[in-house]
């Protein structure tokens, strides 16, 4: 009778499973014990569950999903968030981000800028996200503090980096994080984001892959992402990045590309055969104007790709449900056909094709049994969600971010009624503000 | 005395004037006498009036700008908002839009469609929008009670439409509309919405001219949208839709043209030359896969330029702080120039110039001596809009509809701490849901 026994149900929800065959259950209920999704159904069928239910909890009709996944970000750029827009990509990245992080990105600042970035997530929706980033210890601490789920990849570059002054200790550095944070929580697992082709050599670009094979890791990195990069790796390596890195067998499931906007449809066929996982992020790509990822080829040839939003210096924010109404719409318009990328499409990609992305396709991504009980709460009773004609179109394009009122993370409950649980968000905010100030006045 | 005594003293505010220096006063002051901006500034310079104003509002630090200026919607068809999605457009417009329309669009399911539509914009900072659609008495109606500010434009078209079921009395409906309603309100101005020129004869598209030359109306088209447009207009009368426009005398000022996708550098300068004000509908475009307009270009040539959400059935919401992110994201990428379309040009789009595209430049559009006070306050104490280097960076790449949580149309608070103030908004949600079951059942 106790092995019967469940934490809490859920009832009157219009639960989106994102199972394959994307059910609705509309009245639906789902069953939590623990950590774990035991049941889920229509709310008739799991009425019986009632009775052995600790806990009900009426979700007043409202939509549940399983919580968003963000396949790239860089967490702790909250801090450099409309500090550089509007300027060409060089004069952006070489002249304002790269000495910001010379001097202001350190533990403390990637601490308090990754909970900053995490409180956005939890905010709109993202229960999950891949991050790559510098001094990542302290945004390993963040994730931990804040509840989320997550792969957080230590950033490699052949040139001095944040935490890592002397660059021949660029992967060393990498290795170290990967070895301390292994095993540290059923949440987080750590990684490394080799920055680029054209930032690591190809010594260093294999030698991170062989670590990352040895230890089980995802393997992240930004490529194809715009013109002057595919120019200048081919006149270094002359083959364009996705070639480059396929010749340096970095092509495989562990591996996540970022951006892929400059592939052929060759590439794509090496992407697809090598089942290697790209992570779309279309905003950035826009407001970098870096270019329009051919995610329908991808799509259509068997590309396994997911959604990201980047950092908040190219973007600038983590809201996953704006970034899904965009990746509809610009795929639309890229290949003038208002069929491609169809509310459906758009929302796997953002749940159980990131899910998969990350390798969690198995703990995550949809509501069916035995997954984490990861998942999101929308109150849909808001005049921009009425009338509901289709629940898929209305969570692509009509709803934001502040729709969603709870976040559920492993069966926990880490927002209940717009309210951050977790962490105080009023001491984040002050920090980062600090933090900022420094920025500006350059001291 | 009496006469210096002002009604409402705004401070601590953020206040972005949208004035031709687009000058930001940080801490800001305002004040408001009846309808009207009588004084603004920073803080220290207003501080005298403190003692003559009637209330004193501490705005908290927060964010205060003028209204948002939606140039272009069909604010009814939030009814029809999900309900024919990733649809190719043929299909969509003809065999779901123009049917659910011919059944279910009157003056009634107007009224309450309209309404949600303000609540809807209201609740995301727009304060002023320009409507084209059918059974427009029910979309004045539904403006005058919101306490929304704008122009309605009676549809016009060449078959039976709602309302209208003999089309030959199509145009002297319009002009009844616009004779019935002119004068009736200080926010409301009648106009006339032709449709397209695919849907409206040379004859019909003259003659209607011809009624808004003479009553001083505005006269809004759809045109240049599409590929299919261009070739059935070139087909039926030997020139492009614009040089067509051009060709009947319609362009001018007091023309609104929707969407001007494909328009190529003559066009352009044609509608810069004739001062045709054109509403820039970036989402819609998007996910009607119609195409992208060379905004740059418009906007270089000197031509007038708009945002517009355009109706709920092609976007599918009427957030104009999204469509700015999106008309800055789109324009970068579409040039691959991230220089364009900056933050404060799209700010600018939304505010002064969408009152200039509506001829109500002198009236609104920025927070200026002498202008109506129309204006957004939003909360800037959140986590996705912190820290803050830029304030018009802020408001374009980050800010949420759900930042605003009070707005003023005329002096008049319409909303306060996201509490719509002027009509009961649980009665229009009850409302159009019930007019959305009739959609679903057919009947």
């Known amino acids: ?97 790269f000495p910001a992080e010379s001097r202001f990105v350190n533990p403390d600042s990637v601490y308090w800028g990754s909970l900053l970035a995490c409180a956005e997530m939890i905010l709109s929706g993202t229960t999950t996200f891949a991050d790559g980033y510098f001094c990542m210890d302290g945004s390993v601490k963040a994730m931990d503090e804040s509840g989320m789920r997550g792969v957080l990849g230590q950033g490699v570059v052949d040139f001095p980096a944040p935490g890592i002054p002397d660059p021949t200790a660029n992967i060393s550095e990498a290795l170290r994080f990967v070895e301390k944070w292994g095993g540290f929580s059923s949440r987080i697992e750590p990684g490394i984001f080799c920055h680029s082709p054209y930032t690591c050599s190809p010594d260093t670009i294999r030698t991170v892959k062989e670590i990352c094979r040895g230890e089980q890791v995802l393997f992240f990195i930004h490529a194809a992402e715009t013109l002057e990069e595919v120019s200048l790796i081919k006149s270094r390596y002359g083959k364009t990045p996705i070639r480059h890195l396929d010749n340096l067998r970095i092509l495989d499931p562990q591996t996540v590309i970022a951006h892929a906007i400059y592939v052929d449809s060759e590439e794509i066929e090496l992407l697809a055969q090598t089942r290697t996982a790209v992570a779309h992020c279309p905003e950035s790509n826009m407001k970098l104007a870096s270019g329009i990822a051919p995610v329908v080829e991808m799509l259509n040839k068997g590309v396994l790709v997911g959604l990201g939003t980047d950092g908040c210096a190219s973007n600038n924010d983590l809201d996953l449900l704006k970034e899904m109404d965009t990746a509809a719409k610009l795929g639309k318009v890229r290949y003038l056909d208002p069929t491609v990328m169809d509310a459906r499409t ?98």
């Open 1 to 97: 009778m106790s092995n019967n026994q469940i934490d809490l149900l859920i009832k009157n929800a219009t639960i989106v499973t994102m199972n394959p065959a994307l059910e609705i259950h509309q009245p639906g209920a789902l069953a939590i014990k623990g950590d774990t999704i035991t049941a889920v159904g229509p709310e008739k069928e799991l009425s019986p569950l009632e009775s052995t239910a600790r806990e009900i909890l009426d979700a007043q009709g409202g939509a549940v999903l399983p919580g968003l996944i963000n396949t790239h970000t860089h967490a702790a750029m909250t801090l450099f968030r409309g500090l550089a827009d509007d300027l060409p990509l060089k004069t952006w990245l070489e002249e304002i981000i």
């Open 346 to 443: 758009v929302l796997r990609m953002a749940t159980i094709e990131g899910a998969r992305v990350l390798g969690l396709e198995k703990e995550i991504g949809s509501i069916e049994i035995g997954k984490k009980a990861d998942i999101i709460f929308l109150d849909l009773n808001r005049p921009h969600l009425i009338p509901c004609y289709d629940p898929f179109s209305l969570m692509v394009y009509s709803a934001q971010g502040s729709d969603v009122h709870s976040v559920m993370i492993e069966g926990r409950m880490v927002m209940e009624n717009r309210k951050i649980l977790t962490f105080d968000i009023d001491e984040v905010m002050d920090q980062v503000i600090r933090i900022s100030r420094g920025i500006i006045s350059g001291e």
